[in-house]
């Protein structure tokens, strides 16, 4: 359950982070929403995970990880940003990062 609520954080930060940029500045209002509800309710998931008993470092490593990856990577999707070889290699070490702390945790 911890696991799905994370998942939750991940997606509603990710969402707003992607939100943030399609509002170009706060100038495309209609994003706003997106924005504030999905850092809300990534900040709420977060926090309830972190109540449930995960660690706070894995909770976090895991979201903060994953969550850049994600945003680089829809980035490039949605808005064309520019993944270089250089970015990509960071990003595989950011997961592969994660996934050596949170196997340390067993």
């Known amino acids: 359950m911890t696991w799905l609520l994370l998942l ?3 997606v509603s930060e990710v969402t707003a982070t992607l939100s943030l940029r399609a509002s170009e500045g706060f100038r495309r209002r209609r994003h706003i929403p997106a924005i ?3 850092y ?3 900040y709420v998931l977060l926090g309830t995970v972190l109540a449930l008993g995960m660690p706070v470092g894995i909770a976090y490593a895991v979201w903060a990880a994953l969550g850049v990856a994600a945003t680089a990577v ?3 999707v949605l808005f064309r940003d520019r993944i270089s070889v250089m970015t990509a290699i960071g990003l595989a070490v950011i997961v592969g990062g994660v996934i050596l702390v949170e ?3 067993h």
């Open 8 to 10: 939750g954080a991940i």
């Open 103 to 105: 196997a340390g945790t």
């Open 40 to 42: 809300l309710a990534s």
């Open 36 to 38: 504030v509800l999905g």
């Open 74 to 76: 829809l980035g490039r």
